[in-house]
């Protein structure tokens, strides 16, 4: 497993710099049949990357046609309500690029998480079924977000999901939410080719840094706990949620060193 931090210096790099990693990420190779397995994360940090992947230059550099979209985690609520991961998803990325309706596979909301959950899990079994040979799906892009408790997906601080090795897909209670929500698993995430976190903001400094320099405690720090184990994990920061980390932590990325993704 290779780890990289990467820093970027205004909100505006940081959807850049994640945009460029998706892209550079998927080599698309047109006509070869080969689908690529892109896991959405959900809360409002991606809306912005998303936007940017539906528009030029990136949206004729992506091969929308092979892709087969899931999704993290969702809130127990209805497609068309306002806390929907989907409908963030749909209306700032889905509705806007060619993806094939049988290749979006949305966690289903509306259900009773605990229903819900053992649903997308078929979902998923059937979904990878064809090349999955280590019987646990093997995304090829999984894109996660960081709340300013350390959690990330769903799997949400001092909750029983950490420890879940056997399902692939659970329906957590949130106390702080007071809700259930509906997550893929730790296995999951740890079995993922490439991992991409996206974190913005001043609010998440402190987590930021428990998470990527503290001591490994991921009943506290949930984010700690996705390390693929035969894959890439890429954290994108922007300036002020890295502000408490070391300089020797991270790398600066900057538009000019694009490479470096
Ligand atoms: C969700 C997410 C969650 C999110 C963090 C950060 O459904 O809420 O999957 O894990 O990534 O809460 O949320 P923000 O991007 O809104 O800060």
Redesign the pocket.
């Given at each position: 497993m290779s780890r990289r931090i990467l820093v970027c210096q205004t909100q505006e790099d940081l959807f850049e710099a994640a945009a460029q990693f998706v892209v550079q990420s998927l080599t698309f190779q047109p006509d070869s049949g080969k689908t690529y397995s892109v896991a959405l994360?959900?809360?409002?940090?991606?809306q912005r990357l998303f936007v940017r992947l539906a528009a030029a230059p990136y949206r004729s550099k992506v091969d929308w046609s092979s892709l087969c979209i899931f999704w993290?985690?969702?809130?127990e609520v209805p497609p068309e309500h306002s806390e929907s991961?989907f409908r963030m998803a749909k209306e700032n990325l889905l509705d806007r690029v060619p993806i094939p309706p049988n290749q979006i596979f949305r966690m289903e909301g509306e259900r009773p998480a605990q229903e819900a959950a053992v649903r997308y899990e078929k979902v998923l079994h059937h979904a990878f079924s064809q090349n999955n040979k280590e019987g646990v799906p093997r995304f090829d892009l999984i894109l996660?977000?960081?709340?300013s408790d350390g959690?990330?997906?769903?799997l949400f601080p001092e909750t029983a999901v950490l420890e879940e090795r056997e399902q692939w897909v659970a329906a957590p209670w949130v106390e702080k939410f007071h809700t259930h929500?509906i997550t893929l698993t730790p296995p999951l995430f740890n079995a993922a080719k490439q991992v991409l976190f996206v974190v913005?903001?001043s609010d998440?400094d402190q987590a930021a840094e428990a998470v990527l320099e503290g001591p490994f405690q991921p009943n506290r720090y949930p984010a700690q706990i996705v390390n693929p184990v035969q894959g890439d994990l890429v954290w994108l920061l922007d300036r002020e949620a890295a502000s408490r980390l070391k300089k020797s932590s991270f790398t600066e990325w900057t538009r000019d060193n694009e490479k470096m993704l």
């Open positions: 994360s959900g809360g409002s940090t991606p993290g985690d969702e809130r991961n996660l977000g960081m709340g959690h990330t997906a769903s929500r913005s903001g998440k």
